[in-house]
T-cell receptor, first 114, second 111 residues
Framework: DTEVTQTPKHLVMGMTNKKSLKCEQHMGHRAMYWYKQKAKKPPELMFVYSYEKLSINESVPSRFSPECPNSSLLNLHLHALQPEDSALYLC?????????????FGEGSWLTVV | QKEVEQNSGPLSVPEGAIASLNCTYSDRGSQSFFWYRQYSGKSPELIMSIYSNGDKEDGRFTAQLNKASQYVSLLIRDSQPSDSATYLCAVNTEGYSTLTFGKGTMLLVSP
């Protein structure tokens, strides 16, 4: 079983809604990630937090807003999304600076924008 | 541009055979290499990691790395129908372990 927990597992939202995806890890990792995955495509990196600070933003539209309240929690706030944003959103975590630095994924949140 | 290349497949093998999955990468500075298995509708699950040249074995799985040739492979011995999935090759290219993924190879193991 994964030690990266994501909620909700499934989310359906309208284009005017505001919702949030949540992620929690209990592995003592200090890096956390959001990835987006469309069908039959590999995961695409969206954001990286290292020591609770945003270190990488892969030019993600502002309708996606990440937040890292502490070293165990990661949120992704969603507002005014488009139908093309429907995808599997994956949270992940890892240590920082070790080799290999293995990234562990949560089970994902399936998002449908209607 | 850092690239990771995989054959998209499907790679079809009979049950009990050896499945060989291959991956090449473009960035010579890459440090760590990972194989993830992803079942349809599920999240990626780590199968193997490797960072030194040579072979690394874990049960029915063997990862092979050749940095000179910029090549990494995954061998699955005694393939089972439950191994049918998409296998993603991923390469660590940055200090914060951001991964560059290949497009994945679909493996089909027939009974």
């Amino acid at each position: 079983d994964t030690e990266v927990t994501q909620t909700p597992k499934h989310l359906v939202m309208g284009m005017t809604n505001k919702k949030s995806l949540k992620c929690e890890q209990h592995m003592g990792h200090r890096a956390m990630y959001w990835y987006k995955q469309k069908a039959k495509k590999p995961p695409e990196l969206m954001f990286v937090y290292s020591y609770e600070k945003l270190s990488i933003n892969e030019s993600v539209p502002s309708r996606f807003s990440p937040e890292c309240p502490n070293s165990s929690l990661l949120n992704l706030h969603l507002h005014a999304l488009q139908p093309e944003d429907s995808a599997l959103y994956l949270c992940a975590s890892s240590q920082v600076g070790t080799v290999p630095n293995t990234i562990y994924f949560g089970e994902g949140s399936w998002l449908t924008v209607v | 541009q850092k690239e990771v290349e995989q054959n998209s497949g499907p790679l079809s093998v009979p049950e009990g055979a050896i499945a060989s999955l291959n991956c090449t990468y473009s960035d010579r500075g890459s440090q760590s290499f990972f194989w993830y298995r992803q079942y349809s509708g599920k999240s990626p699950e780590l199968i193997m990691s490797i960072y030194s040249n040579g072979d690394k074995e874990d049960g029915r799985f063997t990862a092979q790395l050749n940095k000179a040739s910029q090549y990494v492979s995954l061998l699955i011995r005694d393939s089972q129908p439950s191994d049918s999935a998409t296998y993603l090759c991923a390469v660590n290219t940055e200090g914060y372990s951001t991964l560059t993924f290949g497009k994945g190879t679909m493996l089909l193991v027939s009974p």
